[in-house]
């Protein structure tokens, strides 16, 4: 597929997904990260990614009738330039979906709901989304979503930065959980100390970042368009900071609800996605072999991501407010 990106045809791999009784509605993914190979922790390629959300909701939205599609960015983060292929891949999918729907009995002017499900990186284009005034798509769902409040971000790369190397395992082993330097940091990345083990990822993260020049970023307005919910885990010193500031600013408050998941990392262990973030982590960064297993040990919040889907369509389509912003344990339903 070729997509016009500032004028420039850009060949991008991608899968549309219609099932044989459609109902009406298409399901957009966005992956994490910047696309391109999926790999395994030995560094073994097993995809691609435009499939990286079909266990978290691809697979979930089609078998419940939904026309699903995501396109691999392969090379293209959640910046304005992601945003801006995601919107036009959106379009195509919009007519590829009205067309294989018709061998089906539907017509081509069939009404389609659009949603937006984004992970991470895929989080803060899908966050674009929903900011964008107005906008095609009818709800969305953000998932450990970057792009939350940059103010925060900062402030939270700034201050790990410093701190993380006065309680780094590799230099500083034996320190106490009630040492002052690990509840400051705790405090800093916004996760508990149960978190511990997950940190060197994020503050060694911290420290190489501070050493280069801070890139121009745009802060979120808050301002959702569209009926939005937000699945984030406790433990997930990526993001969570960011995406509680951003609970706490959005206005209306009536659009917007924020599920936070216990002891869940920035991506679930059953995601086949984490073997990329425990591949980096030991091969690029160096990082010990503890860290890597705590990444694909913690719990899921991919029940919790598929219930809010649920809940957000209800919302959309039967004007059915969902469950207040809440914390729940992994597997608990919502009240």
Do not use: C
């Not at 070729?2 to 991608?14: E, M, Q, S």
């Not at 280069?212 to 990526?238: F, Q």
Request: glycine content about 10%; hydrophobic content about 40%.
């Amino acid at each position: 597929m070729a997509i016009d990106l500032d004028g420039t045809p850009v060949a991008k791999r991608f899968v549309i997904r219609v099932p044989a009784k459609w109902n009406g509605a298409l399901v957009i993914g966005a992956h994490g990260g910047s696309g391109g190979d999926a790999v395994d922790r030995s560094g073994k390629v097993y995809a691609t990614s435009e499939t990286a959300l079909d266990d978290v909701i691809g697979a979930y939205a089609f078998t419940h009738g939904f026309a699903y599609a995501s396109v691999d960015r392969d090379g293209i983060g959640g910046t304005r330039a992601g945003y801006a292929l995601t919107m036009q891949f959106a379009e195509l999918a919009k007519r590829e979906v009205r067309l294989r729907a018709s061998r089906y009995g539907a017509t081509a002017s069939s009404p389609i709901r659009t949603y937006i499900v984004g992970l991470s990186a895929g989080g803060g284009i899908a966050r674009m989304i929903v900011e964008t005034t107005p906008t095609p798509f009818d709800g969305a769902v953000i998932i450990a979503g970057a792009g939350a409040d940059l103010v925060t971000r900062l402030d939270r790369q700034t201050r790990i930065a410093s701190l993380w190397p006065l309680i780094d395992p590799q230099a500083h082993s034996g320190l106490a959980e009630s040492d002052p330097k690990i509840a400051a940091y705790a405090l800093a990345i916004g996760t508990p100390v149960a978190a511990r083990r997950l940190w060197p990822y994020t503050g060694a993260g911290a420290v190489a970042a501070a050493s280069r020049p801070a890139a121009n970023a745009e802060n979120s307005t808050a301002r959702p368009a569209i009926p939005t919910i937000e699945v984030v885990g406790t433990w997930d010193d990526l993001v969570i900071r960011e995406v509680r500031a951003y609970r706490d600013r959005v206005e209306p408050k009536e659009r917007h609800r924020l599920y936070q998941v216990e002891g869940v990392w920035h991506m679930s262990s059953d995601d086949d996605g984490v073997g990329g973030f425990q591949y980096a982590a030991e091969s690029r960064m160096k990082l010990d072999k503890d860290v890597a297993d705590a990444m694909g040990e913690g719990p899921s919040y991919i029940p919790t991501v598929r219930e809010a889907f649920d809940d957000l369509v209800r919302w959309v389509e039967k004007a059915t407010p969902p469950p207040e912003s809440q914390t729940v344990k992994p597997g608990s339903r919502l009240h």
